[in-house]
């Protein structure tokens, strides 16, 4: 049978990975906590505060200064993870046919941009792995929306050719928490290159419609 077929059959439930063949069955592994019994003392789910005050130092020490701003980004449903699979796919490409920087109403007014607007993203306080500060830049697109408060932008992550994680810092002592590296934070200075055509090839509807 092949793979859509099982899928198919399943049906909505679907089947949680790993999969193991247990002679014409597959069988899939019981997602994690659906007996809703957590490995605590007290066998629930504990839901932890973040300490602001612990990261205070780090946001002192990478974060914006005057008309700078924070930059975040993350994955978007329509490309997902790192667009390895997806680059290949019409439809994906002609919807995002390059990076884009969600931007408040307000800072575009502030900025002068427009959606479609070609824009550069730079940062001059990027702390490297080994503590040492560089710098780092790509480019999008201004996609103008009140996704994002005023002073803080959005992207994608990792679109080819203009990953946003030119601006984040590598440095894991950024992060006394978990100590990983610090790849959804950055500060940024955005400049507007020019006006593009894509206002006229891409839809900038707002993503937060219900």
């Known amino acids: 049978m092949r793979a859509h077929e099982v899928l198919r059959e399943f049906g909505t439930t ?17 997602r994690l906590h659906a007996d809703m019994k957590w490995k605590t003392n007290s066998g629930k789910a504990n839901f932890v505060f973040p ?51 969600e931007v408040n109403p307000d800072d575009a007014v502030a900025w002068g941009i427009v959606s479609g607007d070609l824009l550069s993203i730079e940062s001059d306080n990027v ?8 710098t780092g830049s790509f480019t999008a697109v201004a996609y103008v929306a009140d996704t994002v408060p005023r002073g803080v932008t959005f992207t994608y992550f990792l679109y080819p050719g203009s990953p946003a994680n030119s601006v984040t810092s590598r440095d894991t002592n950024l992060q006394p928490l978990n100590l990983r590296y610090n790849f959804k934070l950055g500060k940024e200075r955005v400049s507007k290159i020019g006006p593009t055509d894509l206002a006229e090839r891409m839809s900038f509807a ?3 419609l219900v």
Request: net charge negative.
């Open 14 to 30: 679907g089947i949680q990975t790993p999969i193991i063949r247990d002679g014409d069955q597959l069988v899939g592994t019981e």
């Open 51 to 101: 300490d602001w005050d612990s990261v205070a130092e780090r946001d002192q020490l990478i974060g914006p200064k005057g008309d700078e701003g924070w930059v975040l980004n993350g994955r978007v449903n329509h490309l997902w993870n790192n667009l390895s699979d997806f680059a290949r796919r019409e439809y994906a490409t002609q919807r995002w046919p390059m990076n884009f920087l």
């Open 127 to 134: 702390i490297d792995q080994l503590g040492e500060k560089t």
């Open 206 to 208: 707002p993503c937060n």
